[in-house]
């Protein structure tokens, strides 16, 4: 397969994964995109290099392109990232508690989903280094009133992570009524 077709193919998957993060209300409208989400195409994508840089002239990447470069930079098993601002999740990452597993299809969250307790968007590069600490070798992480983060192998994966831990994080805040 050329490499023009595997980009194709790869950006036709990431506008599938962010249609279905709207239709599963992990995110309603991303702020780089002046369209809804749910007409997203391939062509909507902005290529850039492993340092957020663009590779093409008269486009620039969203701010939070240094959350994703620094996490394919330093995790070499993740080729898939979903980065959204859920409800629930977001709401439990403010008050600093972890998503805990609460349905046995999410035994890979193990003993829960941890905060990274920096109040900001990850703009810079020192901020992005601490997060990816904070990530260490787990499939995700809230950020302290940011949303979150998952991490897999594909995008498929990561899209699939973000709707389970969203839905564990609903039922960890009804349990806490």
């Known amino acids: 397969m ?14 599938q994964s962010i249609r279905i993060c709207v239709r599963e209300e992990l995110a309603e409208v991303l702020q780089h995109l ?7 195409t391939a062509n909507d994508f902005i290529e850039v290099t492993e340092y957020g840089k663009p590779i093409r002239e008269n486009t620039e990447p ?3 392109v240094l959350l994703h470069t620094a996490i394919y930079r330093q995790r070499k098993d993740v ?16 008050l600093g508690r972890q998503v805990l597993p609460l349905f046995a299809n999410c035994h890979f969250i193990k003993s829960g989903i941890r905060v990274f307790d920096v109040p900001q968007y990850i703009g810079n590069s020192q901020t992005a280094e ?3 600490n904070e990530l260490g070798s ?11 983060v998952t991490v897999a192998e594909n995008i498929q994966e990561a899209t699939l992570l973000s709707i389970l831990i969203e839905r564990s994080a609903k039922v960890h805040t009804w349990r806490r009524r």
């Open 2 to 15: 050329n490499e023009e077709r595997r980009i194709t193919e790869l950006k036709e998957r990431l506008a």
């Open 34 to 40: 002046h369209e809804r989400l749910d007409r997203v």
């Open 62 to 64: 969203p701010k939070e």
């Open 79 to 94: 080729n898939g990232i979903v980065y959204s601002h859920p409800l629930y999740s977001t709401v439990l990452g403010i």
């Open 130 to 132: 601490l997060m990816i």
């Open 138 to 148: 787990s499939v995700a992480l809230l950020l302290r009133g940011s949303g979150l």
